[in-house]
């Protein structure tokens, strides 16, 4: 059996593991990493950048069909058609490039990258059967000081409705092969809305069911209140505070119980079940390593150590919040701890957006959890229609909202919903990260026309002398 020793190994290559590599071999750590699918994991292969391409797509599909019926911009076309395999093809195009992208920058910096499964055999041995080698070929022996995990999640599944024939996850539904004319949607959260928006948009009938009573129930209800417009004025139907109870007997309905009590059926030509993503901790030898968890996660601590010594762990595997940018975060931090420098994960915001139509972007505390840390706090939002950008963009639903403590100005928290303020978000999180009191903001000159406009009269709202409302 091949044994070969590294200072770092990182199982998982997506945005975890990959931006841990990087860091790790620019600081000069003998750096290996397994990855057993495509680099870039979910994140560029499945979810992320797929995801936000199609609804790209989707976008500008509906915006052409909508000039095609009636323009107040005095926009005609004809009869617009979508190709859907096209469409495809160029969302792939976009996955390879950046998946390309990631191979070059491991090889740039040194990184070994070994393609298979890796399995755990100890806190410091790992074996991996290579692609490309026979299945009785003696697999190859990583021996590490230090392991790192980012493995990633999976879909959770529906006991009752297993993935399968017409029961699909987001890996399928980001992958069309025809458009389904009625798609049952499982779950109002991040990827049921993305993705049913999405379809919405490309000429499918969605309905999506949802256990709880409202959409995107971790966000704020005054937030969601234009999404939940949106997706009304879209035409998708909406079963809030709906259980599922699975396909019926011909398979090509889905059957729901309301909470009456009363069962109804929805004809289903897919079924997208969206209900939240688990930690991948199953099928690789974690267990042998009998880590303390937290939930179904992996627990860790302030820098991302697990109750093993020399095993760190980051991204989905750590559990909530499961998004793209906190793994890299992470991953970046662990290899700067690995390569001597002291650092603590304690980010003053994650920010999180959600691509419906319009937009959802938060960062830090809302007003609820200010109220519920006991914080004496002032609250302030702008309307974007009062936002001559919003108007000439013809998107005025929404508002800039800001939390800010009483006493001294300080900015604790801000949330955003239109269109288009998922590119807020960073200015949100540095004014966060970077302490700003509501006269920072208020005090900046902000660049008209812009949306930016209403982050600035939020902050003055909230000091009592908004100027354009
Ligand atoms: P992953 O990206 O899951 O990568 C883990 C990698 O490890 C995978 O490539 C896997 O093949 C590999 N691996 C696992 N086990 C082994 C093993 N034993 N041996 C070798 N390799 C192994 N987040 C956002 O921030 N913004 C978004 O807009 C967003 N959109 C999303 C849309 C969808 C549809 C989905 C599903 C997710 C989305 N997310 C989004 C979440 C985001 O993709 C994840 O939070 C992120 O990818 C987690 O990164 P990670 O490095 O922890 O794991
Ligand atoms: P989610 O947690 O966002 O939403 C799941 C929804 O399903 C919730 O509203 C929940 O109440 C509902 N639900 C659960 N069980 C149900 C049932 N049996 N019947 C009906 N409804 C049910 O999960 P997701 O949408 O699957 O996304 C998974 C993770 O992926 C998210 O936590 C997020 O971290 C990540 N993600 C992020 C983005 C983004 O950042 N824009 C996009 C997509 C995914």
Not at 304 to 326: F, K, N, Q, Y
Not at 351 to 362: I, K, S
């Amino acid at each position: 059996m091949a044994t070969q020793s590294t200072k770092l190994l990182v199982i998982g290559g997506g945005p975890g593991g990959y931006v841990a590599a990087i860091r790790a071999a620019q600081l000069g750590v003998a750096t290996t990493l397994v990855e057993g699918e495509q680099l870039g994991g979910t994140c560029l292969n499945i979810g992320c950048i797929p995801s936000k391409a199609l609804i790209h797509a989707a976008e500008e599909f509906e915006k052409t069909c909508h000039y095609a019926q009636d323009s107040a911009l005095g926009i005609h076309v004809a009869a617009p058609r979508i190709d859907l395999a096209q469409t495809v093809r160029w969302k792939d195009g976009i996955v390879h490039k950046l998946t390309s992208g990631v191979a070059a920058l491991l090889k740039k910096n040194g990184v070994q990258v070994v393609r298979g499964w890796a399995r755990i055999i100890d806190g410091k041995t790992v074996e991996v059967q290579e692609h490309g080698t026979s299945a009785d070929a003696a697999p190859r022996r990583i021996v590490c000081e230090q392991l790192l995990l980012a493995p990633g999640s999976l879909a959770v599944a529906l006991p009752f409705m297993p993935f399968g024939g017409r029961v699909i996850s987001s890996t399928q539904a980001l992958a069309p092969q025809t458009l389904p004319k009625r798609l049952v949607v499982v779950g109002a959260g991040y990827i049921g809305l993305e993705l049913g928006m999405a379809y919405r948009k490309l000429g499918a009938e969605v309905a999506v069911v949802e256990a709880l009573d409202r959409v995107l129930p971790a966000y704020d209800e005054e937030l969601t209140k234009p999404v939940l417009a949106s997706l009304r004025r879209q035409g998708v139907q909406l079963l809030l505070g709906h259980t599922v109870q699975g396909l019926n007997a011909n398979g090509d309905a889905v059957r729901v119980r309301d909470a009456k009590g009363e069962e109804s059926e929805l004809p289903a030509d897919q079924v997208l079940v969206a209900v939240g993503r688990r930690p991948r901790t199953q099928g690789w030898g974690l267990e042998t390593l009998m880590l303390d968890m937290k939930g179904p996660a992996v627990q860790i601590d302030d820098q991302c150590r697990t109750s093993m010594r020399g095993v760190w762990a980051i991204g989905d595997l750590t559990g909530e919040p499961m998004l793209a940018h906190r793994a890299m975060a992470q991953g970046e931090m662990v290899a700067e701890i690995i390569a001597g420098t002291r650092r603590h994960f304690a980010p003053a915001a994650i920010p999180a957006v959600c691509f419906t139509d319009p937009e959802v972007v938060v960062a830090g505390q809302t007003p609820q959890d200010a109220a519920q840390a006991g914080l004496d706090f002032i609250a302030a939002s702008f309307p974007f229609a009062a936002n001559g950008r919003a108007m000439t963009i013809e998107s005025t639903d929404g508002f800039v909202r800001v939390v800010a403590r009483r006493d001294n100005h300080l900015i604790v928290g801000w949330q955003a919903v239109g269109r288009g303020v998922s590119e807020l978000s960073a200015a949100f999180s540095q004014s966060i990260e970077m302490g700003a009191r509501l006269e920072d903001v208020a005090g900046t000159i902000h660049a008209h026309p812009t949306l930016g406009e209403a982050v600035q009269e939020a902050a003055l709202r909230a000091l009592g002398h908004a100027l354009h409302i």
